[in-house]
């Protein structure tokens, strides 16, 4: 579902205000403006990215996000939005029952961590 997007354009939808970084997982890549207030554990992201009308970005989409972050902080900033932190970012994907991936906004590095007991920084995707 490829829309008429321009590469780091600001897109509105449903009073949610995002970045859009390209196509990823068969739909657009809209980054929400600003991380949740609060590291989470991923149970608690799930819940956080649902309540706001969002979801977790996927794996892909959030090296995707890696990939493009010096030109999304830009545009995040620009829109009054805020940049990555320097940690590392939940992923809606899962590598276990136990564990999820992860992204660290620093470096790249794709891992995975527990689930239920470790604390992370949240970035939403606008839900389509």
């Known amino acids: 579902m490829v829309q008429n997007y321009q590469m780091f354009e600001l897109v509105e939808k449903d009073d949610h205000r995002g970045i859009y970084i390209g196509e990823a997982d068969n739909g657009p890549v809209i980054v929400d403006l ?3 207030s609060k ?3 991923w149970d608690e992201a799930k819940e956080y990215a649902q309540k706001e009308g969002k979801r977790l970005p996927s794996q892909r989409e959030l090296m995707l ?3 493009q972050q010096e030109k999304l902080n830009a545009a995040l900033e ?3 939005g ?4 320097r940690g590392w970012y939940w992923s809606s994907s899962e590598y276990t029952n136990y564990g999820a991936w992860e992204v660290t906004a620093n470096n790249g590095l794709v891992g995975w961590h527990t689930k239920h ?5 949240v970035r939403c995707v606008l839900a389509f």
């Open 34 to 36: 600003h991380d949740a």
């Open 82 to 85: 805020k940049a990555w932190e």
């Open 78 to 80: 620009e829109h009054e």
């Open 39 to 41: 590291t989470m554990t």
């Open 117 to 121: 007991y470790y604390t992370g920084y």
């Open 65 to 67: 996000m890696f990939a």
